[in-house]
């Protein structure tokens, strides 16, 4: 079993849709949890960032961390065909000192 | 101004040799890194140094040897090339605190390697 467990998809909502991405994990260690968004060819890039359980909001995006049933979200409001691209969960703050623990990615596409 | 860079984007190179890829940030981060990304998507940690001492040393083939000669810069040497090892490797810069968490990663462009 992977560590990190994440729907490869591939994704395809219209332009406007709420999108709802998720990842289960199996470490009790993790203790920071973090969506990266990657573009194609590109080098995946922050988007959220959070430690504890509960809601953490940033624009059109909320992350959701439940780590009694080890579970994130990740909710794009209002999504834009920007919005297209891989997104990547990690898990951090395990055994080893700055690993990141990556899901396989989502491929999301919203179109016009 | 380029966070952090990779050379070369992309190295197309028959089985059998020897290549390296060099990466270098200007963050003034304490922290690099070395992932492979396989043609699924599926991002995964090689290795780590911190302040130039290797600290993540994953089940990684030995014919892969990293090198970090100051804290900007880390390279990645791989000998005998494999069809296996064709990927996107991307380089990888953060702080590390006294707690051993990591704050943002920061990622290069990356390295499309195709071994034929």
């Known amino acids: 079993q992977k560590e990190v467990e994440q729907d490869p998809g591939p994704l395809s909502v219209p332009e406007g849709a709420i999108v709802s991405l998720n990842c289960t994990y199996s470490n009790s260690a993790f203790q920071y949890f973090m969506w990266y968004r990657q573009y194609s060819r590109k080098g995946p890039e922050l988007l959220m960032y959070t430690y504890s359980s509960g809601n953490k909001e940033d624009g059109r995006f909320t992350a959701q961390v439940d780590k009694s049933s080890k579970y994130i979200s990740l909710f794009i409001r209002d999504s834009q065909p920007s919005d297209s691209a891989t997104y990547l969960c990690?898990?951090?703050?395990?055994?080893?000192?700055?690993?990141?623990?990556f899901g396989q990615g989502t491929i999301l596409t919203v179109h016009p | 101004d380029t966070a952090v860079s990779q050379t070369p984007k992309y190295l197309v190179t028959q089985m059998g040799n020897d290549k390296s890829i060099k990466c270098e940030q200007n963050?003034?981060?304490?922290?690099m890194y070395w992932y492979k990304q396989d043609s699924k998507k599926f991002l995964k940690i090689m290795f780590s140094?911190?302040?130039?001492?290797?600290?993540i040393n994953e089940t990684v083939p030995n014919r892969f040897s990293p090198k970090s000669p100051d804290k900007a810069h880390l390279n990645l040497h791989i000998n005998s090339l494999e069809l296996g090892d064709s990927a996107v490797y991307f380089c990888?810069?953060?702080?590390?605190?006294?707690?051993?968490?990591?704050?943002?990663?920061?990622f290069g462009p990356g390295t499309r390697l195709t071994v034929l």
């Open positions: 990888a810069s953060s702080h590390l605190s006294l707690r051993g968490l990591t704050d943002t990663q920061y």
């Open positions: 990690a898990e951090g703050g395990g055994t080893s000192y700055g690993k990141l623990t």
């Open positions: 963050l003034g981060h304490d922290t």
């Open positions: 140094y911190n302040n130039k001492e290797l600290i």
